[in-house]
């Protein structure tokens, strides 16, 4: 009579032990799911931000080149008062040539030391 008591403790004490591994499993999984969900709810906010700062950028690029431009037509109508349009045309796009061509040397060279340590 108490073999039969204690088979009943063993069975329900396994049966529980299964239930609560099947608990166990069902919330780890839930965890992991809702870890998964947070971190991807974090990429979406930074790519908002970065999205967000590209356009700020961009547009402020934008307004930059604009004033770039008006500054050229001023150089090239001042130098109309010195020299001949086309001359003074051809000075205006030397100038910024050789400029465009620094500044892409310089960045080319960055570019290169920055691969060369990765």
Known sequence: MNN???NKGATTQR???TELLGQLAN???AVVHDEIE???QGIREKV????SGVLTVATGAVIIFAA????CAALFIELTSYMAPVIAALVTGAALALIGVVIAFIGYKQLKKSILKA
Do not use: C, D, G
């Open 4 to 6: 039969k008591v204690v």
């Open 15 to 17: 049966e529980s032990l």
């Open 27 to 29: 919330n780890s999984a």
């Open 38 to 40: 947070l971190v991807i």
């Open 48 to 51: 908002r931000a970065v999205r």
């Open 68 to 71: 770039f431009m008006s500054l």
